[in-house]
Every structure is written in C-alpha cells, then in structure tokens.
C-alpha cells in the first residue's frame, strides 16, 4: 500500500488556482530569457503603467534605494530592450510641463516605460498562468511559444 503525501481538495471548495504554477512560469521565463526573479516582477509591476519615474519604481518596487533601483532594475532591462526612456530630462517642452503639473522644467525627472517587447514578456507569464501556453521547466522549449 502507497503512502499517501498529498490529497487535492475538491475543485468547488477552492475556486481558481492557477497561481499555483507562478514559480514554474517563473523559472521557465528566467532560463528562456535570462531574466532574474526581480527584473520579471518589476516588469509585471510596470506593465500597466504608460510610464513611470525612478522614485516611483523605487517605491512600488521594494528596493532599498532609488540608486540601486536604477542600477539593479532599471538599466540591466533597458539593456535587455525591455525598458526604456520615455521623456528625458533634458529640455521639455511647455506642453510637457503643463502635462506633468510641473511648475518648470526644472527639477524634472526622467520618465520610463515599458518597451513592447517587456510587454510581450508579461503577456507570455500570463498566458502560461491561464494554461494558454506550455509551461516548460526543463529548457525544451516549442518554437510558437
């Protein structure tokens, strides 16, 4: 007689559980894309913001600093394509002012934003979530995904 190690609960007591493959999506995006754990959470963090500033990320982020924010987070994925700069600090328009509820062009922060290719990325974590797409922790991957 087998030992029993685990039973599952009935399906109508526990409603929706596709959570429960987050850390084999994780690892399969990780390995395929060499992404780091943090940098695919951040980008799902972001992935619904039209833009964002270093301060913002830093705070929604958890990270201990905006400097190693920037330096962990931020430009390792601007490196990979997944991030990028979307109104430099430099010299701003008065409509950009005006857009930002600035009071000048002084003091402005450089705005981010996630490249449609970051986007694709979180789209991908989603769709092996729902079952959409496989799933592979063991490195083979199918060329559709």
């Known amino acids: 007689m087998a030992i029993l ?9 526990i409603g929706s559980n596709y ?24 980008l799902m963090n972001v992935y619904d913001l039209k833009y964002f500033t270093t301060k913002h990320a830093h705070k929604s982020s958890g ?4 400097y190693s924010t920037r330096r962990m987070l931020i430009s ?19 409509l950009d002012v005006q857009r930002f ?3 000048s062009n002084k ?5 981010y934003a996630i490249t449609q290719l970051g ?6 974590v989603y769709r092996k979530l729902e079952g959409k ?3 592979y922790i063991d490195g083979s991957y199918d060329d559709n995904d």
């Open 5 to 13: 190690e685990f039973e599952k609960e009935q399906k109508n007591r």
């Open 119 to 124: 986007r694709a990325r979180v789209q991908q």
């Open 63 to 66: 990270m201990t600093s905006e």
């Open 76 to 94: 390792p994925l601007m490196s990979k394509g997944y991030i990028d700069v979307f109104l430099n600090n430099g010299n701003i328009s008065p």
């Open 19 to 42: 959570l429960k493959y987050m850390i084999s999506v994780m690892s399969d995006m990780m390995k395929r894309y060499k992404l780091k754990y943090n940098e695919l959470l951040f």
């Open 133 to 135: 797409v496989a799933i």
């Open 107 to 111: 003091g402005f922060a450089k705005r």
């Open 101 to 103: 509820g600035l009071k």
